[in-house]
């Protein structure tokens, strides 16, 4: 039997924090347990996250599970079956905002609803539709990385490529785990702006 009754009352679960902190990591290890319950699961994720794997949802540390990549918050409903009871969203993150409205109305229709994804962008700002999302949350679960610099407990993403795009996939040569105490923004800036003053001239 579950821990809570999925199967009269919606549920939401968000697992948020920084790159390589394991949020993918739990959100299959969710899916895998209600699998062993022999619950029906439908796994979503953003079609831009091409990273390891086009179809599969795949962690940092190489574990792997099937999903149905999507262009929009709204395909997940569309793509909806008629037996599922849970359904799991990884990079919830890089959806758009009607996610909230459709992760709300999997809930009000009884779904279990599994969400996984950053909750800050690399400038340490709250990253796409998370904060709704977390608001409207029956469950948060925030993990954490280990800081590259000092190994204390991390919630931040570094950036360490020049680039200033909100969305850039990545993995460990763009980005590290960072504490708040070393966590620096403005020298991703300064590395830009030096970069740019070394170009050649045309």
């Known amino acids: 039997?579950?821990?809570f009754p999925y199967n009269f009352?919606?549920?939401?679960?968000v697992i948020c924090g920084p790159m390589f902190s394991g949020k993918t990591e739990e959100l299959i290890r969710r899916v895998r347990r209600a699998q062993i319950a022999r619950q029906k699961i439908q796994i979503f994720k953003p079609a831009l996250d091409t990273r390891y794997d086009e179809v599969q949802v795949v962690s940092h540390s190489?574990?792997?599970?099937?999903?149905?990549?999507?262009?929009?918050?709204?395909?997940?409903?569309?793509h909806l079956k008629?037996?599922?009871?849970?359904?799991?969203?990884?990079?919830?993150?890089?959806?758009?905002?009607?996610?909230?409205?459709?992760?709300?109305?999997l809930a009000e229709r009884g779904y279990r609803v599994i969400c996984a994804g950053l909750d800050l962008d690399y400038k340490s700002v709250p990253f796409g539709a998370m904060p709704e999302l977390l608001a409207i949350a029956d469950e948060v679960i925030k993990v954490k990385a280990?800081?590259?610099?000092c190994g204390a407990p991390a919630s931040r993403s570094q950036r360490i490529i020049?680039?200033?795009?909100?969305?850039v996939l990545g993995e460990k040569n763009e980005y590290e785990a960072r504490c708040r105490g070393h966590f620096d923004y403005?020298?991703?800036l300064r590395n830009l702006d030096e970069s740019e003053k070394s170009a050649p001239l045309n």
């Open 186 to 188: 403005e020298s991703h």
């Open 82 to 105: 008629d037996s599922t009871r849970i359904v799991a969203i990884d990079e919830v993150q890089f959806f758009d905002k009607a996610i909230v409205e459709v992760v709300s109305k």
């Open 146 to 149: 280990i800081c590259t610099i």
């Open 162 to 167: 020049q680039s200033v795009d909100q969305v």
């Open 62 to 78: 190489a574990q792997s599970i099937p999903s149905e990549p999507v262009e929009s918050a709204r395909d997940i409903l569309k």
């Open 1 to 3: 039997m579950s821990y």
């Open 9 to 13: 009352h919606g549920h939401i679960e």
